[in-house]
């Protein structure tokens, strides 16, 4: 959407991005803690800094990690 392009080129253009990561990511973090509580059913989470906030030590029992080379990601990316 719009608004992810505005934040990706904000963050391409800041050199401060844990200043960004602090105003985005504790909403963010809160909305994926809700859901997760919130539900009885299994949950997949997609996050790509799911390391780096400590979700996977609080809520996953199992941990996948997908890797693809960088020119199908690329044309993923296009597809979408």
Do not use: E, K
């Given at each position: 959407s719009l608004r992810y392009a505005r934040l990706l080129v904000?963050?391409?253009n800041t050199?401060?991005?844990e200043t960004l990561n602090s105003i985005v990511h504790p909403p963010i973090l809160e909305e994926i803690e809700g859901r997760i509580q919130g539900s009885t059913d299994p949950v997949i989470l997609d996050a790509a800094?799911?390391?780096e906030?400590?979700?996977?030590?609080?809520y996953c029992n199992l941990l996948v990690f997908v890797d693809a080379p960088p020119a199908r990601r690329l044309r993923r990316a296009r597809e979408e």
């Open positions: 904000l963050w391409l050199a401060d991005t800094l799911l390391m906030t400590g979700l996977h030590q609080r």
